[in-house]
């Protein structure tokens, strides 16, 4: 019975993932990255506070090496310090366009972006 729990929570977790490998890179990919003080800085488009919240997670919890990162609706723009020996602003930028938002360095796909809610939707 444990062991039918346990594949169902994995098929749970497995499918409510919104990772996608199709992204779009822009002009900007491959570019060094901006500094604005101390932080990085991404163009990252959103909407609400949800998106901050889900920009902000993804950053931190999904791409290794990121230390900090605090989305700015008003500038659509994503504040994060990383370590560059582990990871780059293109890999965060891919990370959070694999999870629906668009970057100034890569265009989530379709398919992704209409999965994000309703108020998150920008385009």
């Not at 990772?19 to 779009?24: A, C, D, E, L, Q």
């Not at 901006?34 to 506070?49: A, N, T």
Request: aromatic share 8%; charged share 25%; net charge positive.
């Amino acid at each position: 019975m444990k062991t039918v729990a346990i594949i169902f929570l994995i098929t749970i977790i497995l499918s409510s993932c919104k990772v996608s490998n199709i992204v779009t890179p822009t002009n900007e990919v491959g570019t060094l990255p901006r500094k604005e003080g101390k932080h990085y800085v991404l163009g990252v488009r959103g909407e609400c506070e949800m998106c901050q919240e889900e920009i902000e997670k993804v950053a931190r919890f999904n791409v290794k090496g990121v230390s900090f990162a605090y989305w700015i609706q008003n500038d659509q723009k994503l504040l994060v310090d990383f370590d560059p020996t582990k990871t780059n602003i293109d890999s965060i930028s891919i990370a959070l366009a694999r999870w629906g938002y668009d970057t100034e360095r890569h265009i989530a796909d379709t398919k992704t972006y209409n999965a994000l809610p309703h108020c998150c939707r920008y385009r």
